[in-house]
């Protein structure tokens, strides 16, 4: 690898630091390409992305973002994993190191705050920004479908009530023309 190639992966790098909603740093030892590319097939349908990276061009990389405190993680044969989600990153690596001892969450950070690994797992259990925007939907919904349903629960009483009448005059006129 060149000069110049080295300087894009840096700067590439860079970037995604600098954008990412957290970092998770991990080692990958053992793991075949098959498995690589199935652990990048779930990072992306959570909106993550999962990249080996080179230790030196990854510290260099991340000097001036707000995940410089993870730089020591960078040992061995690393990989990361970032979103800018800061939750969808943490829960398809940990999800993903169950199913696959191979893979190991050595532990990374959210924005300046750097987790280890009992960290990540603890964010994993969080639920996602797009769970907790439903949530919050669904709170903000229910009390307009609940007043609603107060508000419509007198003239639903009051039709009941005249159709029922309306039905006993009926049943009289029937029995009255009988006689």
């Keep these: ?65 707000p995940y410089s405190g993870i730089s020591d993680l960078f040992t061995g044969p690393t990989a990361i994993a970032y979103s800018d989600d800061p939750v969808a990153a943490a829960k398809a690596t940990v999800a993903y190191a169950k199913k696959n001892d191979k893979l190991i969450v050595v532990g990374g950070a959210i924005g300046e705050t750097v987790l280890d690994e009992a960290g990540v797992k603890t964010i994993a259990v969080l639920p996602s920004l797009d769970e907790l925007r439903a949530k919050l939907i669904a709170l903000l919904n229910t009390p307009a479908t609940q007043l609603a349903a107060v508000v419509q629960a007198p003239a639903a009483q009051l039709a009941r009530v005249l159709a029922a009448q309306g039905s006993k005059e009926a049943e009289s006129a029937v029995v009255a023309d009988a006689d």
């Design 1 to 65: 690898m060149n000069r110049t190639e080295k300087q894009d992966i840096v700067t590439d790098l860079n970037a995604a630091f600098a954008s990412a909603g957290s970092v998770i740093v991990t080692q990958y030892r053992g793991i075949d390409v098959s498995e690589m590319d199935d652990l990048r097939g779930v990072m992306r349908e959570v909106g993550a992305r999962f990249r080996v990276t080179k230790n030196s061009l990854a510290k260099r990389a991340i000097e001036g973002t």
